[in-house]
């Protein structure tokens, strides 16, 4: 199994730009989360997905950020406009179904607005 | 919502030698389970134990052991013969069972001295 994967590993954006990124969970996993990273806050959930549907989203920092999971097998986070303050590493993770199960992260998308 | 505390930003620990990590949580459920994730400058987030909270035995993954006290609310990762490579980033997390949602501390980054 290739692990959850995400994309781009780096991301370098100008103010006021569309950012997109991309996760691909572990097959046969039905929920998915995306995590953002920062010194000064740690590991922020922003929103998961239960079996393709948003179940939380109440993480999510502002209007400019969204989030959408067309299938199993794939989800973005948009930010339009992208700020400064944007900045940071953000990550995916999946899980299967069964509550003494981990959540597996792909390696994290760093994303520096300037 | 569930909160997880680690307490201790920065701890160190001679190579060969025992540390403990220290992590509180706030829960009113009685079921529910706990990880303890390692992040290495890699940043790939690894998982490293977990606990189920109706079981009374703590658990251990080689030199990885925890010291899970229900009552207390308290879930430490005991860390023997530490050795270089245990250096990194480690997070604890709780997982309810009834939301599926991983709540994470802080972190606490640990340096091992050779």
């Known amino acids: 199994d290739a692990g959850v994967i995400q994309s781009p590993r780096h991301e370098v954006t100008e103010m006021g730009q569309e950012v997109t990124l991309r996760c691909k969970p572990i097959s046969g996993h039905n929920s998915l989360f995306w995590y953002r990273q920062t010194m000064m806050r740690g590991l922020e959930l922003l929103i998961y997905?239960?079996?393709?549907?948003?179940?939380?989203d109440s993480g999510m920092p502002e209007d400019r950020f969204s989030a959408k999971m067309p299938n199993a097998s794939f989800s973005t986070l948009k930010i339009q406009p992208s700020e400064p303050r944007d900045s940071a590493v953000y990550f995916c993770?999946?899980?299967?179904?069964?509550?003494?199960?981990?959540?597996?992260f792909g390696q994290g998308t760093r994303l520096t607005v300037v | 919502a569930q909160t997880v505390t680690q307490s201790q930003p920065e701890m160190s620990v001679q190579e060969a030698e025992t540390v403990t990590l220290s992590c509180t949580y706030d829960?009113?459920?009685?079921?529910?389970?706990l990880f303890w994730y390692k992040q290495p400058p890699s940043r790939q987030m690894i998982l490293v134990i977990r606990q189920e909270a109706y079981k009374q035995q703590n658990a251990t993954e080689n030199r990885f052991s925890v010291n899970f006290q229900k009552a207390a609310k308290s879930f430490s990762l005991k860390i023997s013969d530490s050795q270089l490579g245990d250096a990194a980033m480690y997070f604890c997390?709780?997982?309810?069972?009834?939301?599926?949602?991983?709540?994470f501390g802080t972190g606490t980054s640990l340096t091992v001295i050779p």
């Open positions: 993770a999946s899980t299967r179904g069964g509550l003494n199960t981990e959540a597996f």
């Open positions: 829960t009113s459920e009685s079921d529910y389970y």
């Open positions: 997390a709780y997982r309810s069972a009834n939301i599926n949602q991983f709540y």
């Open positions: 997905f239960n079996n393709n549907v948003p179940i939380d």
